[in-house]
């Protein structure tokens, strides 16, 4: 007699996995894929083609043969090219021997981090709306997320005093996320001397994505990593996806203290060995000689931000003026429906594609997610069936 012990395969599946929900954007955007009448301002990708000379750097290193593994931390080249850049930039010194790690993308960058710092049951803190990926990646990393509301009324930068509503014993991380996607919003020098103070007072490891960083409007950035006090707890996360219009190239790095950055390439060294080769390559030409390619985005950048932020303001949806990456979080409040309702009639009646705010944390329902980051008569065309949509209501 036997046991027949057949089981469903997604029996299988762990638990913490199982329970993970898809991507509020992508799932969204399967509905997209298949119409080529809707104009796109959706997902978060630079319409920029990467500027020639870095494509040329990745197809002469192609052709000479870089194909083989680099060193787990990447090569050292970028690494010393990218610790100048973050000291031009940042005015933060990192030693490229053993405080700086290529990774792949900065999704990959985040992942690590979290798996280094985090034990199981371990908190931590993240400010919605966010970026979709945060919640997940901490409860992959046997983690507790713990979500942290902003709000219109403070153009969605998070405060010490939410932060203090939602720390326990058991925090162990703060992550932060500025220039902000999905509301664009940015951190004033004021407020980074206060997250650090927050951070030291609970004896938090500070995760700083700014991958946006570049993308910063007026008045200068204010990062993370130029709080000078916050160095021996902070990981800084950046790449080059957003600035150099990278995202296929898939690179992206850390600058943490030695000891965890040698902790987060144990775990790289393992799952990844090193990032693409030819990527490193480009990024390398990006780094040292790319300054004035991210000065030209930037500005065609802001000049569509004022054109949609002054658009969506006249159709009488509240908007902010987002300081930061390419992005805009308009209130759709006032017509009564959702955020999903909102964008799905948007796209079925007028072929013009938004993120529900809901996608982004329960905080962001009532919003919507509009990325600027494609031409300017796109952008009109779109503002011109959005006005539409609102008068037939």
């Not at 792949?104 to 280094?116: M, N, P, Q, T």
């Not at 909102?342 to 072929?351: E, H, K």
Request: charged content about 25%; proline content about 5%; glycine content about 8%.
């Amino acid at each position: 007699m036997t046991t027949d012990c057949k089981s469903a395969p997604d029996s299988f599946v762990a638990p913490h996995v199982a329970e993970l929900p898809k991507s509020g954007i992508r799932e969204f955007f399967d509905i997209v894929s298949g119409r080529k009448d809707v104009i796109s301002l959706g997902i978060g990708e630079p319409d920029f083609r990467t500027p020639w000379h870095i494509r040329e750097q990745a197809i002469v290193a192609l052709e000479q043969g870089a194909t083989r593994y680099t060193a787990n931390l990447g090569m050292p080249s970028l690494r010393q090219a990218i610790a100048e850049y973050t000291e031009r930039s940042f005015h933060a010194k990192y030693d490229w021997r053993n405080e700086i790690l290529v990774t792949v993308g900065v999704s990959e960058a985040f992942d690590v981090a979290l798996r280094a710092v985090l034990s199981p049951g371990d908190e931590v803190l993240y400010h919605e709306p966010c970026f979709v990926a945060y919640a997940p990646l901490v409860r992959l990393a046997h983690g507790v997320p713990v979500p942290v509301r902003t709000f219109r009324k403070d153009n969605f930068r998070v405060t010490v005093e939410e932060l203090e509503r939602h720390v326990t014993p058991r925090t162990k991380a703060m992550l932060l996320n500025f220039p902000n996607n999905p509301t664009g919003a940015t951190l004033t020098k004021q407020d980074t001397e206060e997250l650090a103070d927050f951070a030291i007072r609970h004896n938090l490891v500070v995760i700083s994505d700014e991958v946006y960083s570049e993308l910063t409007y007026e008045g200068g950035r204010n990062s993370m990593a130029m709080v000078e006090r916050l160095r021996d707890r902070l990981i800084f996360l950046n790449g080059f996806s957003k600035a150099w219009s990278m995202t296929g190239f898939r690179l992206g790095y850390t600058c943490a203290p030695a000891g965890i950055t040698d902790a987060m390439m144990k775990i790289h060294q393992y799952c990844m060995m090193s990032a693409p080769t030819i990527s490193q390559h480009a990024g390398l030409e990006a780094v040292r000689y790319g300054d004035n390619d991210i000065v030209e985005m930037r500005e065609s950048y802001r000049r569509r931000r004022n054109f949609i932020v002054a658009s969506l303001n006249e159709m009488g949806l509240d908007c902010f003026m987002p300081n930061g990456a390419f992005y805009v979080f308009p209130s759709i409040q006032s017509t009564g429906m959702t955020s999903r309702d909102f964008a799905v009639r948007l796209l079925n009646d007028y072929a013009v594609a938004c993120v529900p705010g809901g996608a982004f944390g329960s905080c962001g329902e009532g919003f919507l997610r509009c990325s600027y980051a494609t031409g300017m008569d796109q952008l009109k065309e779109a503002m011109q069936r959005m006005r539409e949509f609102l008068k037939r209501g």
